[in-house]
Structure formats: structure tokens, C-alpha cells
């Protein structure tokens, strides 16, 4: 573990602060929350940018040093004013001056701030626990009812379905987990690339994709017929076909902050939100879900705000529930991985299922060998990509044709390049 770090802001390039698309920050991998250590970065805004109203999951300390800086009833921050703000407490707008102004962040959690709706309150914990009843998804036992399921997700956003798994299923997937995991043969740190995604991502969560190359058992989840013919009717309005957009192992750690709360679907920031779901999720639990261990926040009914509503705090639900139980919600209800407060993990499997024409966000043609992919079920094989997408009864035309015919011709032609 590292004692000391010494910052240097000639050592790292700055890039355009992605939640706002203007004014410049510059990350540094070593200060990035991991091993105990803090994030610490700097910001540089522009003359006169404003801030939106917003809060922050963790306490945040300010170190100025150029410029100006007003916060909407605190006043003005000059170079070499140090500033301190409590978790969850929202503050601004916030504006720079005629120079503009850049500042030191130093945060011991996700330091990405969450902006509010004007009328909206920054949630706290415990009242988000006092909360976590209100609004939550229903919850469905077997045998299920699959029309009131299908209402729910199109209307309300989501549905718990209790039981989804036995334990001998939900035991098979535990031991392929493990054993991979066992073998580190790939840690399943974020990294993708982008410093402020793998914040996002969180920095004490395991997320494994490629879940048919490790883990055998969960290729069967993924193609299981309930959850994908939920999938293709929830979609059926907008695509003929669907894609496996992501199958992945998500394990929320000890001390993990609660993630960003988002859409699924902000993934194609353009992408409408319409009556029908271009994407589809469903988390299942291979651990119990609680309020303590990172439980999902839910905002049912969000898919139909606007896309820059931010939810009150009353309008936050817990998707507590049971080791083998699957949220199912619509890809774009608002939500996010909660906070890890216990002492132990919270392991899932996270599934979502995408438009047939959509470019899945997991590359599953390379996280894939081509003798897992020949061993895969004909199903599986269409939700990797080795089937079309066939608009032609909407006059529309095909997508993700293989020498102008079937992908499946490229399985008998031998290796898969």
C-alpha cells in the first residue's frame, strides 16, 4: 500500500468534464479511491460557467486557486480559499467569475456530483432508508403472471419476480463465480478507459463480462426462455429480433459508495425514450439484496420524465430482495447500485437485452471464444449477434448480415476471425 503520493498536474493531460461539456479536469490514477486513498483532482472552468444545483455522495473539500467562484447563498471563493461540504447537503448554482476558476477536489467517496431538479431535495441515507418502502416495485411469486408483469414494466418501469432461481441453479452459478475469480485470471477492475466512467463503474466493484467464456452456467440464465421472451415482448414494438446488450457479473464490495444514478439507455445519448423500451434489465440476486449491502435504487415510473429530471428523494425505492429473485425494469427507469455499508459483498448478475439494430455495450463476438460461441445454444448464438435483424415487414431493411446472408453461415465455415 502506498504511504505517500506526490501530485503533479504536468504529468497528467486534462480533458472536457463530461457532466457538463465544458470547463477542463485533470484525474490522476493514483488518487482514485482505490487502497484507501482519497480522490484528487482539478477543475478549471471557463469565465461564467454555471453549475446546476447538485450534491455529492460523499463529504468534499474545495482548495481554490484561480479566480472566482459564487455559490448561491454562501458568496464568493477567491484563490486560496478552502471550502468543505457535507455529504448529500445540495448546494448552487454556482458560477465562476470574469477569470474564471479552478479548484482542487478532495473527496474520500464518488466525488461526481448529482445534479437536482429546482424543486428537488439531495437525499441522505437515512431518510432514503425511512423511503425505501415507498413506490417499490410489485413483486410477482410463481406462478407467475406474466401479462400483469409485462403491464408493470411498460407502465410502471419494473416488476420483482421471486424465486426466478432455485438453489441448485443459483449454487451452479456461485461455483463457475468463484472459481474464475479464484484463478485471477482477470480482476474485474474497472478499466475502460475512461477515468470518469470507471468511477461510475465504482472502484470496489467486480464487474466480469464475457459471462459465457467464465462462467459456464450463466450462459444458460441468459438464454433462459422466461427472461427472454419477457425481453423480446417488451421490445417487440420497436425491433423484430433482440441482442444480449450486457451479461455481466456486477459484486458490489465492503465501503462502496452508491453509484450515479442513470439510464441504461444513456449509453446512445440520442436514443428517444418511447412507450416501448429499446433496452430491458434483469438483476439477479445470487446474494440477498438489503438496505445495508447496496440494495438498487429504483425510480418507478421515471421513463417517462423528462431526460433531465433528477428524482426527489420520496421518489426512491430499494429493490430489496432475496438470493434468487430478479428485478426486472425497463432500461430507462432511473436507478443505480446502492451503497455498501455491510461488511460483506453483493453479487448479481446483471442481464439487459437490447433492440436488435442498437450496438450492444458489451462486445460479446470478442469476449468470446469461437469454441465457446460453436458450443452455444442456437438462442444464445442469436443474442451474441449470430442472427439478423429483419425490419423488412416495417419496410425497413436487415442489420448485421454476414457476406450479405445469415451470420450463422460464419459458424460452419470454421474459425471465427
Not at 459456464?216 to 427472454?228: N, Q
Not at 439494430?357 to 458450443?375: D, F, Q
Amino acid at each position: 500500500m502506498v504511504d505517500t503520493l506526490k501530485i503533479d498536474l504536468s504529468t497528467v493531460e486534462s480533458f472536457t468534464d463530461p457532466t457538463t461539456g465544458s470547463g477542463e479536469i485533470s484525474l490522476f490514477q493514483e488518487a482514485f479511491g482505490q487502497e484507501g486513498r482519497p480522490y484528487i483532482f482539478m477543475v478549471e472552468d471557463p469565465p461564467h460557467k454555471t453549475r446546476p444545483r447538485h450534491y455529492h455522495h460523499g463529504d468534499v473539500v474545495y482548495v481554490y486557486t484561480k479566480g472566482e467562484h459564487h455559490i448561491e447563498g454562501e458568496g464568493t471563493y477567491r484563490a486560496g480559499d478552502v471550502r468543505w461540504t457535507r455529504a448529500g447537503h445540495a448546494y448552487g448554482p454556482e458560477t465562476t467569475g470574469s477569470e474564471g476558476g479552478a479548484w482542487w477536489v478532495i473527496s474520500y467517496n464518488d466525488p461526481i456530483p448529482i445534479d437536482l431538479h429546482p424543486d428537488a431535495e439531495a437525499p441522505n441515507t437515512e431518510k432514503l432508508q425511512q423511503a425505501a418502502a415507498v413506490g417499490e416495485l410489485p413483486h410477482f411469486t410463481r406462478p407467475y403472471d406474466w401479462g400483469a408483469i409485462d403491464h408493470a414494466v411498460q407502465k410502471l418501469g419494473g416488476a420483482i419476480v421471486e424465486g426466478l432461481l432455485d438453489e441448485s441453479e443459483l449454487a451452479k452459478l456461485d461455483n463457475d463465480i468463484d472459481e474464475y475469480i479464484a484463478n485471477g485470471a482477470v480482476s474485474g477492475d474497472a478499466s475502460s478507459g475512461n477515468d470518469s466512467y470507471d468511477v461510475f463503474l465504482g472502484n470496489k466493484t467486480i464487474r466480469l463480462h464475457g459471462l459465457a467464456e467464465k462462467t459456464p452456467a450463466a450462459a444458460e440464465l441468459i438464454a433462459r426462455e422466461e427472461l427472454v421472451s419477457w425481453a423480446e415482448r417488451a421490445i417487440k414494438p420497436l425491433a423484430s429480433s433482440i441482442l444480449l446488450n450486457a451479461g455481466e457479473l456486477i459484486q458490489i464490495q465492503a465501503d462502496e459508495p452508491a453509484q450515479i444514478l442513470h439510464r441504461d439507455t444513456d449509453s446512445w445519448p440520442e436514443l428517444p425514450i418511447a412507450e416501448a423500451p429499446a433496452l430491458v434489465n434483469a438483476i439477479v440476486a445470487l446474494d440477498n439484496f438489503t438496505l445495508q449491502n447496496g440494495a438498487t435504487y429504483i425510480a418507478a415510473g421515471s421513463w417517462e420524465w423528462e431526460k433531465s429530471r433528477s428524482p426527489k428523494k420520496h421518489e426512491l425505492a430499494r429493490a430489496v430482495m432475496n438470493r434468487g429473485d430478479a428485478a426486472l425494469f425497463r432500461g430507462d427507469l432511473v436507478h443505480g447500485g446502492g451503497e455498501n455499508d455491510s461488511e460483506a459483498r453483493r453479487r448479481a448478475v446483471s442481464i439487459s437485452y437490447c433492440a436488435g439494430w442498437l450496438r450492444p455495450v458489451e462486445n460479446s463476438l470478442l469476449n468470446l471464444s469461437k469454441e465457446t460461441i460453436a458450443g452455444l445454444s442456437p438462442k444464445m448464438q442469436e443474442l451474441i449477434g449470430f442472427a439478423p435483424h429483419d425490419a423488412t415487414s416495417k419496410r425497413g431493411g436487415m442489420v448485421g448480415l454476414y457476406e450479405n446472408g445469415d451470420p450463422r453461415k460464419a459458424l460452419d465455415k470454421g474459425p471465427i476471425v
